[in-house]
């Protein structure tokens, strides 16, 4: 057979996309999924090469649309499952997808850890300010004053801000981006995955059935303004980040952070091939097994 008849072609959206997905009409999560179609169509990522993993709640059903390998683990839980996979499996691309309560309430502390340590993979925040899947609780972005069922008179505590809780946790690229604009979508994800260490993209994705009208004031078709990182700012300057990252809603959008630090996937690999080194011909397993044995 030749070479050319061996070629595979890149997937097609068609392809890729398995259940039709059972958001609720005009929901913004229907926009991340088809950018990441086009994303993986675009690098011609094959199915065994990519991995999508996610929570719970309404855009952590994100995997059991898209036609390749991937999980939808326990709520909050995302983070350290995908770690796993980066760590063991270097050379798949590791994406979590999640929403706002999954990953900074009762996933906060992972997402805190997942960043210090500088795990490779990209983890997109679907932020609707709500918990859409349980109908309509007050989340941790949720603005003060939102009327929930959990804050019947509206909300009282102060929300936190993702991008400068991703930039002091110690994320090595933090960015921000809208559902209402794909090509951005698209960019921001292209950018996160080139990136080498804990890419953190914080995507606003309407709930148009609990929080509709939420992200109006960042929409140029509803009224609002998108306007970009300015072009002169220096990605590296934490200080000038946590400016932009301040901002009042609606901000900016584009790389806000980004810098350079090993990866604990790098470094775990240097520890692994050193004590190979050191113990010639043994498999991973039997050096395991040799360190269990000096424990005893
Ligand atoms: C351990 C645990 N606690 C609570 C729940 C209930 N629960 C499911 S999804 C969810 C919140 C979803 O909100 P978010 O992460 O913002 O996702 P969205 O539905 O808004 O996309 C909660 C509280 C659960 N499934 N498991
Ligand atoms: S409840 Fe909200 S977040 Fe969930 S699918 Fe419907 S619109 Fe989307
Ligand atoms: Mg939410």
Redesign the pocket.
């Known amino acids: 057979m030749s070479t050319a008849t061996l070629e595979r072609k890149p997937l097609t959206k068609k392809e890729l996309a398995a259940d039709h997905p059972?958001?609720?009409p005009?929901?913004?999560?229907f926009s991340v999924l088809a950018l990441y179609f086009k994303l993986i169509e675009k690098r011609g990522i094959w199915h065994e090469k990519i991995t999508t993993v996610a929570g719970i709640?309404?855009?952590s059903r994100f995997p059991y649309f898209v036609q390749a390998h991937g999980a939808h683990f326990i709520h909050g839980r995302a983070l350290p499952f995908a770690s796993g996979i980066s760590l063991s499996r270097p050379d798949l691309h590791v994406c979590v997808f999640g929403?706002d309560g999954d990953a900074f309430s009762i996933g906060g502390n992972h997402f805190s850890h997942t960043a210090r340590k500088n795990i490779k993979m990209t983890y997109v925040v679907m932020d609707?300010w709500?918990y859409?899947?349980t109908?309509k609780q007050t989340s941790p972005t949720s603005p003060i004053g939102f009327k929930s069922k959990t804050d019947a008179w509206g909300a009282l505590d102060q929300p936190i801000n993702p991008i400068k809780q991703a930039i002091a946790a110690g994320a090595t690229f933090v960015a921000r981006t809208t559902h209402t604009n794909p090509n951005h979508v698209l960019q921001m994800m292209e950018a996160a995955m080139d990136h080498d260490g804990f890419s953190f993209i914080q995507c606003l994705?309407?709930?148009?059935?609990?929080?509709e009208g939420a992200f109006d004031a960042s929409n140029p078709r509803k009224g609002g303004s998108f306007n970009l990182v300015p072009p002169d700012h220096d990605v590296t300057d934490e200080g000038a980040a946590y400016k932009i990252a301040g901002e009042p809603f609606p901000g900016k959008f584009g790389i806000i952070y980004k810098s350079t630090r090993p990866t604990k996937n790098a470094n775990e690999a240097k520890i692994n091939s050193d004590a190979q080194a050191k113990m010639k011909g043994l498999k991973d397993w039997q050096i395991l097994q040799k360190n269990f044995d000096r424990l005893k």
Not at 26 to 29: L, N, P, R
Not at 205 to 211: D, K
């Open positions: 059972t958001w609720c005009g929901c913004g999560d709640g309404c855009s929403g609707n709500v859409g899947l109908k994705s309407e709930c148009v059935e609990f929080y």
